[in-house]
């Protein structure tokens, strides 16, 4: 008895003495089944040849990373992917900016008019996809109907190599500009308002305000939008896979698209897992560049 | 007869319980009684019919038989992964033409010729001699049968019966005819409406299945008899050539997105003359809810080539046996398989709609009496007797080879240079072929 | 440099009369303050000048030009901000500029003046830093540097030192006088503290609930008050408010109020008539009581006796606080040789001269 009090003390001592260590276990534990394995899993496989269902991962080196920069689709890829992520995000952030500016102002009906347009954000992204695709559809799509009905030509749209990603980049811009104006918007509600008359004073007019107050002020806000919309516009998939699943052809199949066929439509585990790594690369190295940005803009 | 002796049999069993089987059929069916069996499944038509009947197995046998199903892109994935975690899972439905290489080398099907010969596993009246022998051979991998037909397609050429007849128009025998044909009704206006001439899948991987049967029909193959890819060859290119040409003169804006949806519904709206997809796609143009055209439609198989030659594909469901599951439980899982596919079932299957691979299903009076598009059925037949069941390309990443053949035929209906196309997937299919 | 005239300005926001018929005349170079408590219009006031919120009704002419409806930039003022308003993406130098540079001054031209408003400013060392980096005198120095580099016709002040703490305030208070003689403008100044309106005016407006109470050199309005509010309002500490009756008796006017009853001077006389009998309101400023000294006798009626409540003592001066039968003051004394203790009743004589008398009703100033 008195053996067994003594151990259940020495253990409890034992506890308290590392509390910082045994009460966050669970939660580190969990994190690294959920977080830390899955990655490294990934970036074991990135050093093999495996397709999903035969034999074992081989160990092949580098000859992924390899494979990879001969690999035209890898370049298409990339292509597809600064091609719709530059436009995108540019004009999202260039219209979700000038819009923050007309809701920042006080009119009548300015609540409602928000609530309206922030529909398209809040709406699912594979349900909405969905509906562009029939609008988008050059024989039976509402699209054609109204562009003929005003004496306009119809549009291929998705189904043409040169009109899919203007197309998806239009789609995406109507989904998420919303979500940068909201942003935005909150960053141009929390600015302090003294800077701008004083401005008016100083003689500014209202683009000069713009462009060398409101500009360099909304900097910081501006560069998160544009970090958190990269990160899921980056690696777009829902919306394009829904759309086009990278047709006509591979003519929109971003980096991000041709990594999810090779890994779960090819089931080629290991080159797909080198794929998603370089298209984690570019995020990442995106991001980064991003970060600097925004802490050289002036704090407020 | 048989089958007749069989249900008797099955009543008094029900009835009477504790006598025998054995005293009425060769099979002892109580033989894995006790036995708990699991099969994956396709959220597919056939399961809708077979599940409500398990009980009845399960009286019968004594086996305990749990289905777990899934809609079927969800439905590949969890099959794959379950089986390659090795799961307990002792039979599963499988497209053979798409996954039978892969699942084959992976070790995941179990060859049934064993279980057929046996007597005492199977019954005469189960009459394997009963399938099309297209489906048969299609179910088999190196000479070994892998799965049971439980659900029998092809694809048919489905015209517009009221404007050929309106126009005089032949239905097309050749392929030549079949563009002619299709030039003639290209931009004509039917009701106010422009139509086109023919519609095609043609969204690279998706329209491979269709224009498999072009390739085979203009003598062409998926690889030569070195095994390497016979893209390049002038027989695939007339192939790609003639599909991606039809397509894009006399077909819809924007053929390169066309997928069966979108090609059906075109038909549909009564926009396209003729429309070349799968067989079982009549219960759409015949809906008159979903179809502007019901009532109009002929149905023919595959125009000839230009050696006269007729070789559509055939493709199929199957219930495979795990080849990872225990002896055991794989002998419950044979009788399960055989119950399923009886005739019984088939036929019951077949006026249920879901098209059977045997062909007693298809002659019996039962679903004579309910047809209604007798020369769809005669064209079905045709093709099924015809029909050649390797309609991918024979390998193990299938997935991965259809999606190079589909950049050709999307190079070929953009009107781009289809010879230079094919070269260079010809290089990366021997690249990436996995056998 | 200019005048700045304001007719009959009105401005309402919604059911809220915030300024309210209000005309002054500002002179030219004139440093002229808009003292008032906080809500009393006069920053609005200025913001109208200024062109930041439109003018509801009237009229503002700078010089002799009708500027209702010109933008700000045409108006050639300059504003100092309360909160600075500092750019804050751009250093100090850049700051100071940009109102040249917006108006295309050339560059040599901006550079020359931005270095005279330093060096006027003693912030030649800060060009460089960014507002963030500089103090809040430092800030308020860049913010009044940007508005004197544009040498503009007047200079809008609003409350540009009341988020300074207390010995800076004194300190900026005797510069930005001392840069008004420098730069010889005319001057609008807004703020809430009497003192600062009293110490840099040339002359004071007083402004109360959006309407003007009273214009004056500092002087006049401490010596003068318009009424009561004025009156409460200037100096510091408050005027004491006693509620009392006028009575005659005997040829010679009483203030009484209720506890103690002192005669008014004979200047005051004329005034009072009409008001006999009629409750009014006795002024006294703290600074006009006295501790009575035995020495000079009984006094002339003008001393009360009072309970010393709570003294504070501020060395050379005390403040004490009195109860004078039902009725609570505060005296500002020089401090006496024996410090007095709390409830020590002591004698206190009035400076009867310079008391004032409200009519209670209208508040107005009788004497």
């Known amino acids: 008895m008195i053996a067994m009090n003594r151990a259940l003390s020495a253990i409890s001592r034992f506890v308290n003495r590392r509390q910082a260590f045994f009460f966050p276990a669970p939660a580190v534990a969990v994190l690294f089944l959920i977080i830390v394995l899955p990655i490294a899993f990934n970036l074991y496989l990135t050093f093999t040849k495996w397709t999903i269902g035969l034999g074992e991962p081989r160990f092949i080196g580098l000859a992924n990373f390899v494979e990879l920069f001969g690999d035209e689709r890898v370049w298409n890829g990339v292509k597809v992917m600064v091609y719709f992520s530059g436009a995108s995000l540019a004009l999202e952030l260039a219209l979700g900016l000038m819009i923050a500016l007309y809701f920042n102002r006080a009119f009548k009906g300015n609540e409602l008019v928000q609530a309206i347009y922030i529909i398209p954000f809040a709406a699912t992204p594979v349900a909405v996809a969905l509906i562009w695709r029939i609008m988008l559809n050059p024989e039976i799509g509402v699209l054609n109907y109204l562009l003929t009905s005003v004496g306009l030509p119809p549009s291929l749209w998705v189904s043409s190599a040169q009109a899919v990603v203007p197309t998806l980049v239009m789609v995406d811009v109507w989904k998420w500009t919303p979500m940068i104006t909201l942003i935005v918007l909150a960053g141009l509600k929390s600015l302090p308002q003294d800077p701008f008359e004083a401005a008016r004073i100083d003689g500014a007019n209202a683009l000069q305000i713009f462009w060398y107050i409101t500009l360099p002020l909304i900097r910081p806000v501006l560069i998160a939008a544009l970090m958190l919309r990269s990160l899921d516009n980056l690696k777009e998939f829902d919306m394009i896979y829904t759309i086009t699943q990278g047709g006509p052809g591979i003519a929109s199949e971003t980096l991000y698209l041709y990594s999810y066929n090779v890994g779960f439509s090819f089931f080629k585990a290991g080159y797909g897992s080198a794929l998603m790594v370089v298209v984690f690369m570019i995020v990442l190295v995106f991001n980064v560049v991003m970060n600097r940005l925004r802490r050289d803009a002036p704090a407020v | 007869m048989r089958s007749v002796r069989v249900v008797v049999a099955l009543t008094v069993l029900l009835c009477v319980g504790l006598m025998s089987a054995t005293a009425f059929a060769a099979v002892d069916w109580k033989q894995s009684q006790g036995t708990e069996i699991r099969f994956l499944m396709n959220k597919h038509p056939f399961t809708t019919y077979i599940e409500p009947k398990v009980a009845e197995f399960e009286k019968l046998t004594g086996i305990k038989v749990v289905i777990e199903a899934f809609p079927e892109d969800q439905y590949r994935n969890k099959r794959t992964i379950e089986l390659n975690a090795g799961g307990k899972v002792d039979g599963y439905m499988i497209m053979p033409g798409q996954d039978d290489l892969h699942y084959w080398k992976a070790g995941w099907l179990q060859p049934l010729d064993g279980y057929i010969a046996d007597p005492k596993l199977t019954d005469p009246s189960w009459d394997p001699k009963d399938f099309f022998a297209s489906f048969a051979k299609a179910s088999s991998v190196e000479g070994k049968q892998i799965g049971i037909v439980i659900n029998a397609e092809t694809s048919l050429l489905a015209y517009r019966k009221d404007l050929f007849a309106k126009f005089k128009q032949k239905v097309p025998t050749t392929m030549k005819e079949l563009e002619q044909v299709a030039k003639f009704f290209h931009g004509k206006e039917v009701d106010g409406k422009k139509m086109v001439g023919i519609t095609l899948r043609g969204k690279g991987a998706a329209a491979t299945s269709q224009w498999v049967d072009f390739l085979y029909t203009f003598g062409g193959s998926w690889t030569n008899s070195k095994g390497q890819s016979n893209f390049a060859s002038a027989e695939d290119i007339a192939a790609f050539k003639f599909y991606g040409d039809l397509l894009r003169k006399y077909g819809p804006q924007g053929g390169t997105m066309l997928h069966w949806a979108e090609s059906t519904s075109s038909f549909m709206e009564g926009k396209a003359a003729m429309i070349y997809d799968a067989n079982v796609f009549k219960a759409l143009y015949e809906n008159p809810k979903e179809s502007k055209v019901s009532g109009k439609i002929g149905y023919a198989v595959i125009p000839a080539g230009p050696k006269g030659k007729r070789l559509p594909h055939v493709s199929n469901w199957s219930l495979s046996i795990s080849k990872t599951s225990p002896p055991e439980r794989q002998k419950a899982a044979w009788l399960f398989v055989q119950w399923a596919t009886n005739k019984e079932n088939c036929l019951g299957a077949l006026l249920a709609g879901v098209p059977s691979g045997r062909a007693s299903s298809w002659k019996s009076k039962e679903y004579k009496a309910g047809d209604k598009q007798p020369d769809w059925t005669a064209a079905t037949m045709k093709s099924f007797d015809i029909g050649q069941g390797q309609w991918n390309p024979p390998v193990i990443n299938v997935p991965e080879i259809r999606d190079i053949t589909g950049q050709v035929i999307v190079a070929a209906i953009e009107g781009k240079d289809v010879t230079e196309a094919a070269k260079k997937a010809a290089e990366l299919m021997d690249k990436k072929m996995e056998r | ?367």
């Open chain 3, 1 to 367: 440099m200019a005048n700045v005239i304001l007719k009959n300005l009105v401005k309402r926001f919604n059911a809220v009369t915030a300024v309210d018929n209000l005309s002054i005349e500002i002179h030219d170079r004139e440093f002229a303050v808009l003292v008032g408590p906080s809500g009393c219009g006069k920053t609005t006031a200025l913001r109208m000048i200024a062109g930041l919120e439109t003018i509801t009704s009237g009229e503002i002419f700078i010089g002799d030009t009708l500027v209702n409806d010109m933008a700000p930039k045409d108006r050639d003022i300059a504003m100092v901000f309360q909160n600075y308003a500092l750019y804050p993406h751009m250093n100090v130098r850049d700051n100071l500029g940009f109102g040249l540079k917006i108006r295309k001054f050339p560059q040599e031209e901006i550079d020359s003046r931005v270095q005279e408003a330093a060096d006027i400013l003693g912030i030649q060392e800060l060009l460089d830093r960014k507002p963030k980096e500089l103090s809040g005198g430092q800030r308020q120095r860049v913010a009044v540097g940007r508005a004197i580099v544009r040498k503009p016709k007047v200079f809008l002040f609003d409350e540009p030192l009341s988020n300074l703490d207390a010995k800076l305030r004194v300190a900026m208070r005797a510069e930005i006088s001392k840069l008004h003689r420098r730069l010889g403008a005319t001057i609008i100044y807004v703020t809430h503290d009497q003192v600062e309106a009293m110490t840099m005016a040339d002359r004071i407006f007083i402004m109360h609930n959006g309407a003007l109470q009273q214009t004056g050199m500092p002087l006049e309005v401490y010596g003068q008050p318009a009424n009561r509010f004025v009156a409460g309002f200037i100096g510091s500490p408050a005027m004491n408010f006693i509620e009392a009756a006028l009575v005659r008796d005997a040829g010679a006017w009483f203030i009484d109020a209720g506890g103690f009853r002192v005669r008014a001077p004979e200047a005051f006389y004329a005034r009072l008539e009409p008001h006999a009998g009629r409750p009014v309101i006795f002024g006294v400023r703290p600074e006009d009581m006295a501790a009575h000294d035995p020495a000079a006798g009984a006094g002339d009626g003008n001393t009360v006796k009072a309970r010393a409540d709570v003294v504070e003592t501020l060395g050379s001066e005390i403040f004490v606080y009195l109860t004078c039968g039902a009725h609570s003051v505060v005296a500002r004394m020089e401090a006496p040789e024996r410090p007095l203790t709390v409830g020590q009743t002591l004698e206190v004589d009035l400076k009867m001269v310079k008391t004032h008398i409200f009519d209670k009703e209208t508040s107005r100033t009788i004497v």
